[in-house]
Every structure is written in C-alpha cells, then in structure tokens.
C-alpha cells in the first residue's frame, strides 16, 4: 500500500486494486480511517476531530489528483505523491 502523502502525522495511504467508491485510507497514531474521495466522507474508522478536518480539507483541496491516484492504483500502477497540507 503506497503512501501518496503525509502531514500532522497522519499518513495517506491507497492499496492498489481495491473496492469501490474511490477512497484512501488514513492512520494517526492509533487511529485508522477510509475516506470516499467523491462524498468527501469517512466511511469507516474514525479520526480525532481535528484530524478529521484536516484530511477532509486537503481531500477537497486535492480531490482530482486524489481520482488521478484512484486510477492508477485500479491499474496496479504506482500513485503520484500528493502535497502535504502545510
């Protein structure tokens, strides 16, 4: 599972050929989440609240590169890394 970037600790990883919708998963400390790419959600796990916000801001911030990354993945090439939220 790649790691397309990392901030605030918490890493941002997407496996390659995984299940559908469009997401990457998140951990932080003892925390693990997924977050859908399109609903901009977290549709498991959880995330501190902070945390939350912060990934769910540089989501939005880099949403296309983010599906750009989901395609790669879906066609077992390696993903792009993606700026930090800074």
Do not use: N
Not at 8 to 28: C, E, N, R, T, W
Not at 48 to 65: F, I
């Amino acid at each position: 599972m790649p790691t397309i970037s990392a901030f605030y600790g918490m890493l941002i990883k997407m496996f390659f050929d995984d299940h559908s919708p469009a997401h990457f998963h998140v951990q932080y400390a003892e925390f693990k989440a997924v977050i859908a790419i399109e609903s901009l959600s977290v549709i498991r796990g959880r995330l501190p609240r902070r945390a939350q916000e912060l990934v769910l801001d540089w989501t939005e911030l880099h949403q296309q590169e983010l599906l750009e990354d989901w395609a790669l993945c879906q066609a077992k090439q390696q993903p792009k890394p993606i700026a930090p939220l800074l």
